[in-house]
């Protein structure tokens, strides 16, 4: 048996689809350190789980370090140790090194975590990526305003999924969001605004070497998403993921990836496309990634993505699937303030994307706002042909509204 730890603050919904892909794997012993108690575990799931080990900071790397002792007794050692979440992968990559547990360890852990430190190794690469500068006060961000004008991105080093993510349009702004961000003594990252359309590039790699890649096109800007938490958004995974349009983009991604130390696993590239067709890479993680990313590649190859994701964080291997359909993901958004009193313009919705609905999670009336960018629910399209699909979400998110209240 092959024994393996992994590691989590809580015990979500997607974390849970991670912990029971790599349960399934043949011949591992999975072990788990968390947060949450053993009873929060699902009844499904809890034969398949060979030890639990409570701690009471699910981020803390001495409290990880030893749970994954213990388990790695109760288990007869630990061949890898797993974790999903971006800022867990530090923490990992520490314990990783004072356990000497094969896989990513801290430097390069925190070569994708720090994102001052990621573009600093970016552009000493000779890769494009928006002008930044980390910054301790607020005069130094109004002295980096005036080399790269306005606007601005305002967010923290180590931010996550856009969280405390802000535009500044103007120097007051600017001033107000830096001076809140700076709490502690922490310094905030301020980056040029770069113009242009959104995309994501994932890839995996084994080795260091990149066996395989995908791509997404974000729409709205995920920026405009956070600010705006009534924008219904989606998420398109075209099937032409080998057109030389794209050359660039995975010249640039794997060169990154090189640069900042990837080894084997999952990583998820947000870049930009500007007007003038450009390149600009916004930022990197060395996890898996969100917005329903996961589901979309599962379903335009039909396979699940997160057994694929526990094969090759376990055992290093991978077996590229075919890109058989375009898929893509609307996410439906409360209008106004409340909990959810309505869902309207579904039949209408229904008509116009029949026959194309492969996965929905429809918002339930009574629930509360999420305040994630995902929103109360999202709908999930596939067809063969790209175009198809971009024109059923727009139908989606033009027709479905949910009513808070």
């Known amino acids: 048996m092959t024994p393996v730890v992994f590691a989590t603050p809580f015990l979500g919904f997607n974390t849970l689809r991670f912990i029971r892909a790599a349960a399934a794997l043949p011949g591992v ?12 575990i699902p009844a499904d799931l809890r034969p398949h789980i060979a030890a639990h080990y409570g701690i009471a900071d699910g981020m803390d790397p001495q409290q990880i ?55 600093d190794a970016l552009r ?54 830096v001076a809140g961000g ?5 310094p905030v990252l301020c980056e040029e605004f770069v113009q242009g359309l959104e995309r994501s590039f994932e890839v995996i ?22 600010e ?10 075209p099937r032409e993921v080998d057109d030389p349009a794209f050359d660039d983009v995975r010249r640039s991604g794997f060169a990154a990836l090189k640069a900042l130390g990837q080894g084997t696993g999952l990583s998820h590239m947000e870049w930009f496309r500007r007007p003038d067709g450009s390149l600009a890479i916004s930022e990197i993680a060395a996890r898996p990634p969100g917005a329903q990313i996961m589901r979309l590649m599962s379903f335009a190859g039909e396979v699940d993505f997160y057994q694929k994701w526990a094969r090759l964080m376990v055992h290093d291997a991978f077996e590229p699937p075919p890109r058989t359909y375009a898929v893509g993901a609307a996410f439906l958004r409360g209008q ?29 009336v009574g629930m509360f706002p999420t305040g ?34």
């Not at 350190?33 to 053993?38: C, E, I, L, R, Y």
């Not at 005036?146 to 999924?161: F, N, R, S, W």
């Not at 700076?182 to 922490?186: I, K, N, P, V």
């Not at 705006?228 to 995974?237: E, K």
């Open 228 to 237: 705006n938490p009534w924008i219904q958004w989606t998420v398109c995974l």
């Open 124 to 177: 000493a690469a000779g890769l494009p990526c928006a002008r930044h500068a980390l910054v301790s006060s607020v005069a130094a961000a109004v002295a980096f305003a005036e080399q790269v004008g306005l606007p601005m991105i305002v967010k923290p080093p180590d931010g996550a999924g856009s969280v405390a993510t802000h535009r500044a349009d103007d120097i007051e702004t600017l001033k107000r969001v």
């Open 29 to 40: 012993k999975l072990g788990l350190v968390t947060a949450s108690p053993a009873e929060a």
């Open 182 to 186: 700076l709490g502690g003594g922490r």
């Open 336 to 364: 106004g303030r409340g909990r959810v009193k309505a869902v309207r313009g579904l039949e209408a919705a229904q008509q116009r994307v029949a026959g194309l609905v492969v996965e929905v999670q429809m918002p339930r």
């Open 372 to 405: 994630s960018y995902e929103g109360e629910g999202y709908v999930i399209v596939r067809h063969p042909e790209t175009a198809v699909v971009r024109q059923a979400l727009r139908d989606i998110i033009e027709h479905v509204r949910v009513d808070l209240g």
């Open 65 to 119: 370090a030893d749970g994954t002792r213990w388990l790695a007794g109760q288990l007869g050692g630990c061949h890898r140790l797993l974790g999903m979440f971006e800022q867990l992968q530090v923490p990992l990559g520490e314990v990783r090194d004072a356990l000497g547990i094969p896989g990513m360890g801290a430097a390069a852990a925190r070569n994708f975590r720090d994102k001052s430190r990621m573009k």
């Open 205 to 226: 790699s084994v080795g260091g070497e990149p066996v395989w890649h995908s791509l997404t096109m974000y729409d709205p800007q995920p920026i405009r998403v956070v």
